[in-house]
């Protein structure tokens, strides 16, 4: 029976059965409990965890520049990762990866919504049932989800659900959370609505999450277990809304004008890029604005850094804490005449910063060279609190690299699988199988390879070229388009382990 019908079927039943003048509230077909997958290894002091997840923030744009809290308090005291890449750019795939540690084909979680994406797949796939957030609680921690989940949460017909892993819970489950205000949260499966005023304080969703996070630390400090806390904003997001106090705050501020800004000549590019015509000034002008009301929004965030930080003070719980700061995805405008948006293989919706402050993490330190990404952030938390992950996990731990001695660039990964699926057009098969890739492609020290699914090839000399301007996919020599080729093939197949071996490049 299709899963939709299935839903809906079952909704009418429980209906159905509520007595007479009752209001029923249907539950989910599936009972979710957590596996027994996990490996915990005795540990004396587990560190807690924050995580910070933007939403579309851009690296490349250079919008956490105009962050100085972020900055002063995350970038001068912790490390940036500079080569951290998104396999997937696009929210829920992406969403899905840090959760699980998994490539797309592996998770199966391909696109936003259904069929074959957003929370529904995730859900009727029982990929909750074994997440970073199962794993911490084997091992002892008290987790917290705060923001944005997963694309399409919750259910229509249970907006109470709370998914399993998590001992407290706050996300938007219906309303305008993207859009700053007017919205409901799910508290731990009792709905909560939000004016744009109350009670003289901010309801401004930023603000509301960065307080339920400070009294999470605050009531968390008081005891002795360790915290992990998922803070995902909803920030940068398109509609993008910043808070009242930082409207209008870069009158002055444009969208960055690099070389790929209304890139003159896009043959090079797939078709449906290549006859893209030229941004005019009204364009150019919209992507200013987008991009003001970007950096703006960003303000929020970046104060509740500082006010998280200062609550991890006041608790005693900074020198054990680690912080992450990092997005889900990147963003374009304007680059390669493309308007605004994500989903592109390019380094504009595929880079995104990645901070990481904690015990022993120099402060103010840089890694460069190594190739890291969202598949990695799962097995790195396991790490650094002690648990042996599934063996699903394709990623790779980066605990190691965060030292003073790194191992060996030839150690490491050489490659990092990119993929997209596409997006879901009008009524479709929600039992479709797995839709072919949109493209696939492999972003290495060098280059950056990409096969569309109509047998188009790009390819780019990323040292020679690092704005992606001129494919040399025509050009190249045979010998190392079939090498990227085949290589790729090998890695957009691979699982667990085996993805931890054919990430390296193999001989040519």
Same mark, same amino acid.
């Given at each position: 029976?299709?899963?939709?019908?299935?839903?809906?079927?079952?909704? /009418?039943?429980?209906?159905?059965?509520?007595?007479?003048?009752?209001?029923?509230?249907?539950?989910?077909?599936?009972?979710?409990?957590?596996?027994?997958?996990?490996?915990?290894?005795?540990?004396?002091?587990?560190?807690?965890? +924050?995580?910070?997840?933007?939403?579309?923030?851009?690296?490349?744009?250079?919008?956490?520049?105009?962050?100085?809290?972020?900055?002063?308090?995350?970038? /001068?005291?912790?490390?940036?990762?500079?080569?951290?890449?998104?396999?997937?750019?696009?929210?829920?795939?992406?969403?899905?990866?840090?959760?699980?540690?998994?490539?797309?084909?592996?998770?199966?979680? $391909?696109?936003? &919504?259904?069929?074959?994406?957003?929370?529904?797949?995730?859900?009727?796939?029982?990929?909750?049932?074994?997440?970073?957030?199962?794993?911490?609680?084997?091992?002892?921690?008290?987790?917290?989800?705060?923001?944005?989940?997963?694309?399409?949460?919750?259910?229509?017909?249970?907006?109470?659900?709370?998914?399993?892993?998590?001992?407290?819970?706050? /996300?938007?489950?219906?309303?305008?959370?993207?859009?700053?205000?007017?919205?409901?949260?799910?508290?731990?499966?009792?709905?909560?609505?939000?004016?744009?005023?109350?009670?003289?304080?901010?309801?401004? +969703?930023? &603000?509301?999450?960065?307080?339920?996070?400070?009294?999470?630390?605050?009531?968390?400090?008081?005891?002795?277990?360790?915290?992990?806390?998922?803070?995902?904003?909803?920030?940068?997001?398109?509609?993008?809304?910043?808070?009242?106090?930082?409207?209008?705050?870069?009158?002055?501020?444009?969208?960055?004008?690099?070389?790929?800004?209304?890139?003159?000549?896009?043959?090079?590019?797939?078709?449906?890029?290549?006859?893209?015509?030229?941004?005019?000034?009204?364009?150019?002008?919209?992507?200013?604005?987008?991009?003001?009301?970007?950096?703006?929004?960003?303000?929020?965030?970046?104060?509740?850094?500082? &006010?998280?930080?200062?609550?991890?003070?006041? /608790?005693?719980?900074?020198?054990?804490?680690?912080?992450?700061?990092?997005?889900?995805?990147?963003?374009?405008?304007?680059?390669?005449?493309?308007?605004?948006?994500?989903?592109?293989?390019?380094?504009?919706?595929?880079?995104?910063?990645?901070?990481?402050?904690?015990?022993?993490?120099?402060?103010?330190?840089?890694?460069?060279?190594?190739?890291?990404?969202?598949?990695?952030?799962?097995?790195?938390?396991?790490?650094?609190?002690?648990?042996?992950?599934?063996?699903?996990? &394709?990623?790779?731990?980066?605990?190691? *690299?965060?030292?003073?001695?790194?191992?060996?660039?030839?150690?490491?990964?050489?490659?990092?699988?990119?993929?997209? $699926?596409?997006?879901?057009?009008?009524?479709?098969?929600?039992?479709?199988?797995?839709?072919?890739?949109?493209?696939?492609?492999?972003?290495?020290?060098?280059?950056?390879?990409?096969?569309?699914?109509?047998?188009?090839?790009?390819?780019?000399?990323?040292?020679?070229?690092?704005?992606?301007?001129?494919?040399?996919?025509?050009?190249?020599?045979?010998?190392?388009?079939?090498?990227?080729?085949?290589?790729?093939?090998? *890695?957009?197949?691979?699982?667990?382990?085996?993805?931890?071996?054919?990430?390296?490049?193999?001989?040519?």
């Amino acid at each position: 029976m299709k899963r939709v019908v299935a839903l809906a079927l079952l909704a /009418s039943l429980l209906l159905g059965c509520a007595a007479p003048g009752a209001t029923a509230t249907p539950r989910l077909i599936l009972t979710i409990t957590p596996q027994d997958d996990v490996e915990v290894i005795q540990k004396p002091d587990r560190p807690n965890i +924050i995580l910070i997840l933007a939403d579309d923030l851009d690296l490349e744009l250079g919008t956490i520049n105009y962050m100085p809290r972020l900055q002063e308090l995350m970038v /001068s005291q912790g490390m940036t990762v500079k080569n951290f890449f998104i396999s997937h750019p696009l929210c829920c795939p992406s969403r899905a990866t840090f959760l699980r540690g998994q490539y797309t084909h592996n998770h199966g979680v $391909y696109r936003n &919504d259904q069929p074959n994406g957003g929370f529904a797949e995730f859900y009727f796939l029982n990929r909750e049932s074994s997440t970073i957030a199962t794993w911490l609680q084997a091992a002892g921690y008290r987790t917290v989800l705060l923001g944005k989940y997963l694309n399409g949460y919750p259910f229509p017909e249970d907006r109470e659900y709370v998914p399993v892993g998590w001992d407290e819970w706050y /996300s938007a489950a219906k309303g305008g959370a993207t859009a700053g205000f007017q919205y409901t949260l799910n508290e731990n499966g009792r709905q909560v609505d939000y004016a744009e005023t109350g009670q003289g304080r901010s309801q401004y +969703i930023t &603000d509301v999450l960065g307080r339920k996070a400070r009294e999470f630390i605050q009531r968390a400090g008081k005891d002795d277990f360790p915290f992990f806390v998922y803070l995902s904003t909803y920030a940068p997001h398109f509609p993008v809304k910043p808070a009242p106090r930082h409207a209008g705050m870069f009158p002055d501020l444009k969208a960055p004008r690099a070389e790929s800004f209304n890139e003159r000549d896009i043959f090079d590019k797939p078709a449906r890029i290549s006859m893209d015509p030229l941004l005019s000034q009204a364009d150019i002008e919209h992507l200013d604005l987008e991009y003001r009301l970007r950096v703006e929004a960003m303000q929020a965030v970046d104060e509740m850094i500082a &006010d998280l930080i200062e609550a991890l003070e006041r /608790s005693g719980e900074l020198d054990n804490t680690y912080i992450i700061f990092t997005s889900d995805n990147g963003y374009h405008l304007g680059q390669h005449r493309l308007r605004m948006g994500k989903g592109e293989p390019y380094e504009e919706d595929i880079h995104v910063p990645f901070i990481i402050r904690g015990p022993g993490i120099a402060a103010g330190s840089t890694l460069d060279g190594y190739i890291t990404g969202n598949v990695d952030f799962a097995p790195t938390i396991a790490e650094l609190t002690g648990v042996v992950p599934p063996g699903y996990v &394709d990623g790779r731990s980066m605990v190691g *690299l965060f030292g003073a001695q790194p191992p060996a660039l030839s150690e490491w990964r050489s490659g990092y699988l990119l993929e997209f $699926y596409g997006y879901n057009e009008g009524d479709e098969d929600p039992d479709a199988p797995a839709p072919a890739p949109d493209y696939l492609g492999l972003r290495t020290k060098d280059y950056l390879y990409v096969k569309y699914g109509d047998g188009f090839v790009e390819l780019y000399d990323l040292n020679k070229d690092p704005f992606e301007l001129e494919s040399i996919a025509g050009s190249a020599d045979r010998s190392l388009l079939d090498h990227l080729s085949g290589w790729l093939r090998a *890695l957009a197949k691979c699982s667990g382990d085996q993805c931890r071996v054919l990430d390296r490049e193999p001989n040519r």
